[in-house]
Structures are given as structure tokens and as C-alpha cells.
């Protein structure tokens, strides 16, 4: 099979070409090869010529395993050696977000008033795009993840000890880097900075000792951060540290605090509000859950001049159950899955402002899960022995049991009944939370819409602590290092959100599809080529809604060395 060239003469005298795909057939009659037209590609213009070259280029990229190895370097049937494949798409992504965002630059302005040698911004980022890739330790990213298992090749010359200087150069001017990356950020996705949450959470460390001395470094004195407290993942017994998170209404990292392990949330007020002061912010505002509400709590707020968002426990407050739910007014509507009402209780100093949210799907939700529990506990009082008494082992169980007991009385006889009156105050709740705010200037609205945002924050927690940035296992123990290590996972956690932002999926889902757009290695005729593949359509679509361009085809050719002949 072969390109066919014809030529015609027209009736000016001028030749006019055409391309023919041919093929040599033998007639079975005459014996004589012949040849036989199988397509025509029309006359031999500039445009036909062009899209030739580009069949040529994919008959090519087929036979070379779908590279599109450089023309003049190997032939069609000439065998490829592919060295190795590794991600590229989400490292690539990462880059171009770091840029777009600012950080880059930022922290090279940072990097030249110090040290102009010093390649911190490109270690810092290493170690960020390792959290948002496959967190491990500094030394394993450093002799396993930067080496072979990314394409990152300029960052392979970077040393062990320049990963650990990059982190105390981004602990010595985080403020300064926050700031200015935040209102960056901010601008950029026009976020919402009137509002800002913030939480904290405890990261646990696998130690048997607390830290008992303050550390010095720099001329600072850090206390000691490693100490046992109360613990949100339910390791009092281990030392820890308080992580602190300020988040803009869509999830945007503002900030973030690391206090030491024994820190009550209620005492970082104070804190939080010097540290973003003059940051021009509206109003900082503490959004806690049901386990945060105190009169001490809440009077250390106070104290603190901070405003907060405080979830009630509904099922404990008398004075919730009485004088807020039980108290009759329209909700107004706020979008679609939450409904608000507000509660004021008590006069002057005594006064308490509470807003109730309804959730109808959640309602919904709630009494479809009540109704398949009731119908299984009458089974199970159907079941019951008439003749044993009320204290059975089966009666006991059932009365015990977190699924059924709250549904449960005494009847006739002491036997077991449903209470209509626990399963009346259960239907009072479908769908409702209440929440206490000490801010008046906040609209009813505001308040349902910012206790939601805790979720984001909560979400934003999780992802540092357990799935994606993974901020645990810490193998650091001096302050200045895990204060550094926490904000490596926050500058992880910005780019992870405006990816999410931008695109309206999860991490998890853009990096599955980014994963499969890799560098791949091989060699041809003794030189070295680095290609990128060809995105899928899923990888395609994700790099259009970031509005970031594929990566180069080739990425890199390696020659042979010219060989020098001795005398």
C-alpha cells in the first residue's frame, strides 16, 4: 500500500496533481501486478498536503505505542524502550494554580529580601504538591516521591536539608505570607470577607511524653506545644496540639493558628482577633457545635470580644425545648434545604438571641428512619415473653439500647410500651437545630448560613486529618516545625478548594482524572525523550474549567553525547 501520485492535464495546459491511496494487486488472469485505487484525497493543494501530514503523524503515533516521537528521529517500525511513566496532570495543575494564586510570587519576594541562593519557594513547593498527591514524610518525599514517582525534574537537585530550611523559612514569615496570599485569593474568587468562620481541632502525637520546656529560636521563645488535653479525636491520653482554621463563607483558608495541646477553644479569642487585626476583615466569628456550649464558654467568648455561632443540644436545654421550640412563628424561607425562625429569650443582660433551622429533606429523612425503627421495635415487644417479668435479660437490652430506649415506657404491669410522648417530642425535632449568636447585627439568615459553613470547615478538618493532605502522622517535634508542617497543609487546602471552586468537584474526583495525563520516558536510537499523553476527555474538561493549557508534548530531549575521536 503506498501514496499514489497522478498527474492531468488541463485544458489551459496547466498540470494539475492528485493524491491516490494505492494498493499493488496481481490479476489473476494476466498474472501482472496492477494497481488498485482504494481512496482518493483529491488534488494536491496546501490544505490536502497538511491533513496527509497529520495521518502520517498518527499512523506514526500507533506504531510507537501512541508517542509522537519527533520526525528524523525513528521510523515507523523502529522499536521504542519506554523507561518509565509518571503523573504529570495534577502536579501541572498544582503549578499553575500556585502561580495563578500568588504564592509564588509571594514567596520568592520573601525568599530575595533573605537569601537569593536559597531555592525555598521551590521547596515549599515540592512538599505542598507532595500533601496533594501522596502526603509523606519530608524524607520520604525528598528520596522516593520527588525522584520517582512525579515528574518534578526541577525540583530533583533539591537536598534533604533544603526541604527543612524551606520549612523555617515559611514558619518565620507565615503572617506576612497569609496575608498577602489571602487577599490575593480573595480577590481572585471575589470571596465573601465580611464573614469569617473559624474552629479549631486536636492533632494527637504518638509520643509518651509531653514538651515540658519553652524552645528558642531566633530570638523567640515558643512554648511548649505537645501536651495532653481535651481531645476531639478522643485520645486524651496522647499529647497534642490545638489547630486553629479561619475560613472565608466558601471554605477559602484565611489563617491558621497552632496552639499548645491544653488550650481551651474558648481562650483563643483573644488571640485569633490580634492576629487579624488590620487585616480589614468585617467580623471574625466563631462557629462552634453543641459540645461547645457553656456558661463558661461563652463568657470566655464574651471576654474576648469575639462573636460566635454556638449549636444548642436540643434534646438537654429546658429552655430551649420550652421557650424556643414551643414558641410559635413563621419561618422564612432561605434556599431550598434550610428554613430560619428567630427567638429572643429574657430581657437586658439575660437576653438570649436563638435562630431555628429547618431542614425539610432532613425532616423528611428523619421521620422515614424514626418509622422504620418503631416498626422494628414493635416486633421486637411482640416478641417478648407474656409471662417473664419486667426486668428480663431481652427487656433490659431493649431499654438500654441507643436505638430503642428513648422510645420506651413503663405500661401496665411494668411492661415495656412505646411512649407516645417521646415519640410526639421527636417529631417536634425533624429537620430542626437551634443555634445561639451574640451577634445582633447578624440577620437570621446570615446565622443558619454560617452554622452550614461550619460544615465546610468541618469537611476542610477532615481532609487534613484523615483523607487527602493527611496532617498526621507528624514526625516533627520541635515547635517551629510542626507549626511549619501545619501551614504546608493549609497552603495544600487552599489549592485543593479553589480547584474544587473552580471546577464544582470534589479533589478526589479531578485528581482520579488528572492522574491519568502522565510524562512518559523513552528512548530512540540512544536519545532520551520526555513526552506528556494526550489528555483523556475527562482531564481535557477539567484543565478547560481552570483555564489552564495542556502540558508540552515533548518535555524534554536527551542526545547522546557526540563521540570524540583520540588522535
Known amino acids: 500500500m503506498y501514496l499514489r501520485v497522478t498527474r492531468r492535464r488541463n485544458q489551459d495546459s496547466s498540470v494539475a496533481e492528485y493524491y491516490q491511496l494505492a494498493e499493488t494487486h496481481r490479476d489473476p488472469k494476466t498474472r501482472q501486478p496492477t494497481a488498485r485505487i482504494i481512496h482518493n484525497f483529491g488534488r494536491a493543494d496546501a490544505p490536502q498536503r497538511e491533513a496527509l501530514l497529520q495521518l502520517a503523524r498518527s499512523i506514526t503515533r500507533v506504531c510507537h505505542q501512541g508517542l509522537d516521537v519527533p520526525a528524523g528521529l525513528a521510523a515507523p517500525g523502529e522499536t521504542i524502550e519506554i523507561e518509565w511513566a509518571r503523573p504529570l496532570g495534577t502536579v501541572h495543575v498544582v503549578r499553575a494554580l500556585w502561580e495563578e494564586l500568588g504564592l509564588g510570587e509571594v514567596l520568592r519576594a520573601h525568599q530575595r529580601k533573605r537569601d537569593r541562593r536559597a531555592p525555598h519557594e521551590l521547596a515549599v513547593f515540592s512538599m505542598v504538591a507532595n500533601r496533594l498527591l501522596q502526603p509523606l514524610s519530608k524524607r520520604a518525599c525528598h528520596e522516593h516521591w520527588i525522584p520517582t514517582r512525579v515528574h518534578l525534574p526541577e525540583a530533583a537537585a533539591l537536598t534533604l536539608e533544603q526541604l527543612y530550611f524551606a520549612m523555617d523559612f515559611l514558619e518565620t514569615h507565615s503572617a506576612e505570607i497569609e496575608r498577602e496570599v489571602f487577599f490575593r485569593t480573595a480577590d481572585l474568587f471575589r470571596a465573601d470577607v465580611d464573614l469569617v468562620f473559624w474552629d479549631t481541632t486536636s492533632v494527637y502525637f504518638e509520643v509518651d511524653d509531653e514538651d515540658e520546656h519553652p524552645q528558642t529560636r531566633r530570638g523567640r521563645t515558643l512554648p511548649p506545644l505537645r501536651k495532653r488535653g481535651h481531645s476531639k479525636d478522643r485520645r486524651d491520653g496522647d499529647p497534642q496540639v490545638v489547630v486553629g482554621l479561619a475560613l472565608t463563607r466558601d471554605g477559602l483558608p484565611v489563617r491558621t493558628w497552632v496552639f499548645p495541646g491544653n488550650t481551651v477553644d474558648a481562650t483563643t479569642v483573644a488571640r485569633v ?93 428523619q421521620r422515614h428512619h424514626r418509622d422504620e425503627i418503631l416498626t422494628a421495635l414493635k416486633h421486637e415487644l411482640a416478641r417478648l415473653d407474656p409471662e417473664a417479668t419486667a426486668h428480663s435479660k431481652r427487656a433490659c437490652e431493649l431499654v438500654a439500647s441507643a436505638r430503642y430506649g428513648r422510645y420506651l415506657t413503663r405500661g401496665p404491669g411494668g411492661r415495656l410500651a412505646l411512649d407516645a410522648e417521646a415519640v410526639h417530642a421527636a417529631e417536634r425535632l425533624d429537620g430542626k437545630y437551634v443555634l445561639l449568636t ?21 469537611a476542610c478538618f477532615r481532609r487534613m486529618k484523615t483523607t487527602g493532605l493527611r496532617i498526621r502522622p507528624i514526625y516533627h517535634w520541635t515547635a517551629h516545625r510542626i507549626v511549619s508542617h501545619v501551614k504546608l497543609c493549609a497552603l495544600a487546602l487552599l489549592i485543593e478548594r479553589a480547584a474544587e471552586i473552580r471546577t464544582g468537584d470534589t479533589w478526589r474526583n479531578l485528581r482520579l482524572a488528572l492522574d491519568e495525563l502522565q510524562a512518559v520516558r523513552y528512548q530512540v536510537q540512544g536519545t532520551a525523550i520526555v513526552q506528556s499523553t494526550r489528555p483523556t476527555p475527562e482531564a481535557a474538561a477539567i484543565l478547560k474549567k481552570l483555564k489552564i493549557s495542556p502540558p508540552l508534548r515533548v518535555l524534554a530531549v536527551e542526545k547522546p553525547p557526540a563521540e570524540t575521536s583520540t588522535p
Open 438 to 458: 451574640n451577634d445582633d447585627t447578624l440577620t437570621p439568615e446570615d446565622v443558619g448560613l454560617g452554622y452550614k459553613s461550619m460544615m465546610i470547615i468541618e
Open 273 to 365: 482577633k490580634e492576629d487579624l487585626r488590620g487585616w480589614k476583615l468585617g467580623r471574625a466569628i466563631f462557629v462552634g457545635d453543641a459540645g461547645m456550649d457553656s456558661e463558661a464558654n461563652r463568657t470566655e467568648l464574651s471576654k474576648g470580644l469575639g462573636h460566635y455561632i454556638l449549636a444548642m443540644p436540643v434534646g438537654k436545654l429546658k429552655e430551649v425545648q420550652e421557650d424556643v421550640l414551643a414558641r410559635p412563628g413563621r419561618f422564612r424561607k432561605v434556599h431550598d434545604t434550610l428554613e430560619v425562625k428567630e427567638v429572643v429569650v429574657g430581657e437586658g443582660e439575660r437576653r438570649r438571641r436563638y435562630i431555628v433551622c429547618r431542614n425539610e429533606q432532613e425532616a423528611e429523612r
